[in-house]
């Protein structure tokens, strides 16, 4: 089947988990959006956007910040984030996403004021301590490597530096067919993870129905 048949199956729950199908499902909409039927919704994903505001809202950016944005999907936070910081940042590994947040955050590429790369978030390209804070939204529950991601995002901010993560509740209503794919946490075993990152603190917040967890760097 083409992917708009596949992505109609897929949303109505109709593809067997761990199936090729499924996962083509998964990766075409979500884990590595592609095509015009996947990735085209990202340039408007009106369901993220209580993600968006909430992750902006704990981020408390300030035009002092240096920003950087891990699985930046269309870009919308990184385009929020720059009407205040004057710099920024981002890593996707997908190549559409990238072109999105291009597109949308043209004038601030060409300014000079927004850096973005396609790579692995396992591996970031930047130096030590290069950010004062940092942010990942609705794409933590697709990372491998937890603990190995967390810590390169640790080395990469600043003394005092912060990090926002936003990602699934386990058995939550939201993870909708996408559910068998993510990878959820309790409260305790992800504070747990930032903590053996190299974070001095961490919190983990469930009451707005998604799991927020903020990190600080001492």
Known sequence: MDDEQLIEEGL??????????????????????????????????????????????ALELTPADRYVELCFGGGQVLERALETVERA????????????????????????????????????????????????????????????FLAEVRRVLAPRGRFVLLTAVRDAAWNGPWAPALRTYEPDTLRSLLLDAGFAEASVDESSGQQLAVAAVR
């Open 12 to 57: 109505a729950d109709r593809l067997a988990a761990g199936s090729p199908e499924f996962e083509r499902f998964v990766d075409i909409t979500a884990r590595r959006p592609s095509g015009d039927a996947g990735a085209g919704h990202y340039r408007d994903p009106k369901e993220h956007e209580e993600s968006f505001a909430l992750a902006l809202s």
């Open 89 to 148: 940042a981002g890593i996707d590994h997908s190549p559409d996403m990238l072109a999105l947040a291009l597109e949308l955050n043209a004038d601030a590429v060409t300014a000079g004021r927004l850096e973005l790369v396609q790579g692995d978030v396992h591996e970031l390209p930047w130096a030590d301590g290069e950010f004062t804070c940092a942010a990942c939204t609705n794409a933590f529950f697709f990372i491998e490597r937890p603990g190995a």
